[in-house]
């Protein structure tokens, strides 16, 4: 997320300028491409150059490390991708950072037979140290935006005329019943939305299915304080941003209530009040066979067997919820839950509360039930947690690329969003350290303050900061937004490097043998993999055929190797044809939306789509 700390350096190649420097090894990747010559084409990249595809040459979402991997890469897909027209867009830049070194950058252009692509190039010396390419459209297939929006009215006149409501009422009563769609997705939060809208207009059939009566409910129904956590330059969604006046961070019911009203705007067929039962796969019609329970606005609960072509599990970043089986819990008199069941703060009033867990949900509750007059809170902290405060987040983390500043540079949400990407997973924590070494020394007395009050605190295993664990393993951390202050005045209990040895009828037993009364329980424990939601609608031997989602194969806590070089298993395809995860935060959901849309696009309109560098399976949880 942080960009590299860039500043002009003048004279990177002597006497020549940015905009000719990398004009002129445009023209040398074009001489060599056009040649087929991969081993020529890959000598132009540094030795350890890297070269980050998304979807453009591979058919996938793939990095290639190193001279090796890229002239791989380049035999195997330059036949059929044959990538042309390579041109500069704009003018290149000098920059320099002690991390990054002296580059010379720029955007990109070009094509292949059946994409129109953009990238980013970062040259050193000469040599490509980074080149992201970045499919945006299909050649023969364009979105109907822009130029090519469609009218909208029909002119003149003409008996029995069918009206935009018309065709859309007709759609409604057709779609999963007489016509099939090509595409169901599982899960009805912003990451389906972001795609069904990328879908529609990509004039794919796509119904989506979501067990809550209305689109953003998932939100509403979380504790009442909630708000996210990134800020709104982070958060947009495709097609349609927020307004201007639209708060820095979103409370949790305005974004309901915003995914409600994108739902209907992005004409998205949407199946709320619908129960996904299972689904298998039907080899002999190539196509997937799902039933689902959908409940009508009369209440009658009506049967349906979908069928589509395209399965994609869109069921958040997270699997299922991870609940410790703790002796004792059945004993327990009070209310014990998950932090994602947690129903908010209201009925706690001078209660007494423990919360096993120390990251974001365990920070957020604590501070709700405290705020509404708990008898007492305490977070029983397992492990180490990184903690950035909310201002610092923003200010080094984000706001780079993410925020007024950055808007009134000339970065566009798109070119931020490309920029961030550009940025090979292989680089991120060099470039996260020499960040969050400045966040230490900004915030050093908050952190001393935070290890004398024996909170166990951590910066990821190699000082990498919130981000990478994040892209590690999705937790492991907390952006303060006021929590922290509560653990530091003692209005929140801190017991830490013990956890719940035994639950009792009116307390627990941590492992160091004390107790602590509760009136309340609740497990911030964190979540499986995602292909546990394929295990409960498919098979088990369908999950552990697709393997873990998420992660990069760091050899980090949490996030085993081998190094992948990409999330395992989103937006990409997987080990089981015609099956896709997608998930992640808003950003996540917006950006890499659009080049899941583009693949399964591709296949339904009949395109080859020969798939480079299929990831290994290496863990099945």
């Keep these: 997320m942080a960009a590299p700390p860039d500043h002009p350096s003048e004279g990177v190649l002597s006497g020549t300028s940015p905009s000719d420097t990398v004009r002129a090894w445009l023209s040398s990747l074009d001489s060599a491409l056009r040649a087929r010559d991969a081993v020529t084409a890959a000598s132009l990249f540094e030795e350890e150059g890297l070269w980050r595809d998304l979807v453009c040459m591979t058919w996938n979402l793939k990095t290639c490390e190193g001279r090796g991997e890229i002239a791989a890469m380049l035999g195997a897909c330059l036949d059929q991708a044959s990538p042309r027209d390579w041109t500069l867009e704009g003018e290149a830049t000098a920059a320099s950072s002690p991390v990054t070194g002296d580059t010379v950058e720029g955007w990109i252009r070009f094509r292949t037979a059946a994409l129109e692509c953009k990238g980013y190039l970062r040259l050193r010396a000469g040599r490509a140290w980074t080149l992201l390419t970045a499919a945006q459209g299909l050649v023969d297939f364009p ?21 935009w409501l018309d065709e ?35 004039r794919v059939p796509t ?96 049967d349906i067997t979908l069928r589509p072509k395209q399965l994609i599990m869109a069921t958040g970043m997270s699997g299922r ?31 007494d509360c423990v919360i096993l867990g120390s990251n974001n949900s365990a920070h957020d509750i604590a501070a709700d039930l405290w705020e509404n007059g708990a ?3 305490t977070i ?47 680089v991120l924590p060099a470039i996260h350290r020499a960040v969050n070494e400045v966040v230490k020394e900004r915030d050093a007395d908050f952190y001393a303050a935070l290890r004398a009050k024996g909170f166990l605190l951590d910066f990821g295993d190699d000082d990498s900061g919130l981000f990478l664990k994040y892209l590690r393993r ?21 017991r830490s490097g013990v956890s719940i040895a035994r639950v009792n009828p009116r307390s627990v037993t941590l492992t160091d043998g004390s107790e602590l009364p509760a009136d309340l329980v609740v497990l911030a424990t964190g979540f499986g993999s995602m292909n546990g939601w394929a295990e409960e609608l498919i098979s088990k031997d369908v999950a552990d055929r ?25 937006w990409k395809p997987t080990a089981v044809p015609a099956l896709w995860f997608h998930g992640g935060n808003l950003h996540q959901s917006r950006h890499y939306s659009k080049y899941l849309a583009l693949q399964i696009k591709a296949r339904y309109e009949g395109l080859p789509t020969p798939v480079y560098g299929q990831a290994k399976v290496h863990h099945i949880a």
């Design 375 to 377: 008898k007492s809170v």
């Design 143 to 163: 979105e109907p935006s822009g130029a090519n929006r469609p009218m909208g009215a029909e002119h003149g006149a003409r008996r029995n005329r069918t009206t």
């Design 546 to 570: 697709v393997g873990r989602c998420w992660g990069l194969g760091s050899g980090t806590t949490k996030d085993p190797g081998p190094w992948e070089g990409e999330l395992r298993n989103m």
């Design 321 to 351: 919820p991870s609940m410790p089986i703790i002796p004792g819990a059945e004993t327990f008199q009070g209310d014990y839950h998950h932090s994602s069941q947690h129903p908010g703060a209201e009925p706690y009033c001078g209660k």
């Design 168 to 202: 859309r009422q007709r759609e409604a009563r057709e779609l999963g019943r007489s016509v099939q769609p090509y595409a169901v997705i599982v899960g009805g939060g912003q990451g389906a939305l972001a795609l069904a809208a990328r879908l529609r207009q990509a």
């Design 380 to 426: 029983v902290q397992r492990s180490s947690t990184h903690v950035i405060r909310s201002q610092t987040f923003t200010d080094l983390i984000t706001g780079p690329l993410y925020s007024e500043e950055a808007m009134k540079a000339g970065i566009t949400t798109e070119k931020a969003d490309m920029l961030f990407a550009s940025i090979p997973y292989k």
């Design 207 to 302: 119904i989506v299915l979501e067990r809550n009566a209305r689109p953003g409910d998932s939100w509403r129904r979380r504790y009442k304080p909630l708000c996210l956590h990134d800020p709104v330059w982070y958060d947009h969604l495709p097609y349609l941003p927020f307004p201007d006046t639209w708060p820095v961070f979103t409370p949790k019911d305005k974004i309901g209530d915003w995914l409600e009203m994108y739902a209907k705007v992005m004409e998205i067929n949407y199946w709320a009040s619908t129960t996904c039962k299972k689904a298998e796969w039907d080899e002999a019609a190539q196509e997937w066979a799902v039933h689902v329970t959908r409940v009508g606005e009369d209440g009658a609960a009506e």
């Design 474 to 494: 999705g937790s492991g951390y907390y952006i303060d937004v006021g929590a922290s202050g509560l653990v530091l005045s003692g209005e929140v209990g801190l």
